[in-house]
Nanobody, 117 residues
């Protein structure tokens, strides 16, 4: 099992910034994909940004140029720097961890990001 602990959510004014962190522990593997999804009320969970242990990334079009994902493989930690936040970024943000070669993924409990105008 893998445990994920998220931090860094909160309330911010439009145009502001937040940084999310997610640390993985337990039966982690050196090759994996980590990242973030989000879910707003009444909407489906959607990809925000993911990054594999080799450094390849994938971003949602809606966050390109505003959000940046990074990771510290030695600490099994992934970060999401969110800049120029918009009210439409308001959602629960969920950390995602998938070991290489496995279809099942692990999810964090979520951290709320609320952007007000």
């Amino acid at each position: 099992q893998v445990q994920l602990v998220e931090s860094g959510g909160g309330l911010v004014q439009a145009g502001g910034s937040l940084r999310l962190s997610c640390a993985a522990s337990g039966s982690t593997s050196s090759r994996n994909t980590m990242g973030w999804y989000r879910q707003a009320p009444g909407k489906q969970r959607e990809l925000v940004a993911i990054m594999d242990s080799g450094g390849s990334t994938n971003y949602a079009d809606s966050v390109k140029g505003r959000f940046g994902i990074s990771r510290d493989n030695a600490k099994n930690t992934v970060y999401l720097q969110m800049n120029s936040l918009k009210p439409e970024d308001t959602a629960g943000y969920y950390c995602y961890y998938r070991p290489y070669g496995q279809t099942n993924a692990y999810w964090g409990p979520g951290t709320q990001v609320t952007v007000f105008s």
